[in-house]
């Protein structure tokens, strides 16, 4: 597992500095029938990442946001982001992400997620523990929702469903936030900054890396219903939380989806 992840940070350092390198305001992009954006640094990066692993692992599928090699009936699947948070990318705010998970069987055993502007670098394996930049982390020990506490709500599922709203302000008071960068949450979910993030997106780059950050460093992911999922497929977005209060999202979500 040591080769899978030194592979995959260098990976993720290397095209962190292809970002760095591109981060400018005015930035060219174009619109994709999702209407999300997309850059030129987009379709590079997610060009180097599927030579990569052609190359190194040439019997490993491969399932990415901007072009995928999937392979049938195989043991292991990498699952990248090549550029999580384009519109904050794009748009000439710094906060977006490299994201990439190593599956075996669809479960996430490997993720790592890289902040290229603030040079924080986020991995796991699993039974390992999570590390950011070689140090251990773990989430937060909150054991409530409290005013206190962020937890972000990916801007879909903000603008569909105003009773979330309601059920996680006004009940609790905590600070709700709406960052354009799913994977960039899901670290900080994972080194205690956030309380949790809560995300509809059936795309399973923007879990996979989340799923084994978060639970390695001591906290839970699982869909919005509160099970497990497997990751090279499509998903039924996900909750990442410290654990503690994640069956009190997972009622909110719930109901609120029931209605």
Known sequence: MDEFLKFA????????????????????KEWKEDGTPLTATDTKINQIVLNAIQKRYPDHSIISEEGSKLLPQREYTWVCDPLDGTVAFSHGYPIFTFSIALLR?????????????SNRLASAVKGEGAFLNDKKISVSSEKYISKKSIINVHSDLWARVPDLRYNLIKKSGCYATVFYSTAYVSLLVAFGEFLAEICESPYPWDGAAAKIIVEEAGGKVTDLLGKEQSYDQKINGYIASNGFVHKELVDIITSILKK
């Open 9 to 28: 940070i260098h990976l993720a350092q290397e095209v962190g500095g292809i970002m760095k390198e591109n981060f400018t305001l005015g930035m060219k």
């Open 105 to 117: 069987y669809g479960e996430s055993i490997l993720g790592v997620i890289y902040d290229p502007i």
